[in-house]
């Protein structure tokens, strides 16, 4: 009966160390993420403030977007909806800043400004698209 027990209680622990581990791997990995696309906003709010005064408008709505994402994916008042889902109407996609900076680029740093801006938007549509996935939690369904 005791090693009945031992084993049981063995195994428990086996289990249970495995789920912390795996819930914290997705944490680390999550936060990882997130702290990876906060950087290349900044960034790219960095390039188009260096570029120059025509990307104000630009700017300003990278602000109003960012701060919308937040407010979408940690609410202040929380509802049974998942915030996730209004990420597919994200207003802010690069489209004005990328307008911006292709008709003012009047010399080669401003050519390449653009360029790294426009490798960052793209980078920022990829992950919000991951993000969309990711938070979908939707577990598959066994074929049989």
Do not use: C
């Amino acid at each position: 009966m005791k090693l009945a027990a031992g084993m049981i209680a063995t195994v428990s622990a086996l289990v249970l160390g495995l789920l912390v581990a795996s819930a914290k791997t997705t944490f680390d990995t999550t936060e990882a993420e997130m702290t990876q696309r906060s950087a290349k906003i900044l960034l790219l709010d960095r390039i188009l403030a260096d570029y120059g005064p025509e990307t104000r408008v630009a700017r300003e709505q990278l602000f109003k977007a960012v701060a919308t994402l937040v407010e979408t994916i940690w609410p202040e008042e929380k509802s049974a909806a998942s915030g996730l889902t209004a990420l597919r109407a994200d207003a802010w996609n690069g489209r004005r800043a990328n307008d911006v900076a292709e008709n003012h680029a009047d010399d080669e740093a401003q050519h390449q400004m653009y360029t790294t801006a426009q490798n960052l938007i793209e980078q920022l549509r990829e992950s919000r698209w991951l993000l969309i996935e990711q938070g979908q939690n939707v577990i598959p369904l066994p074929s049989w």
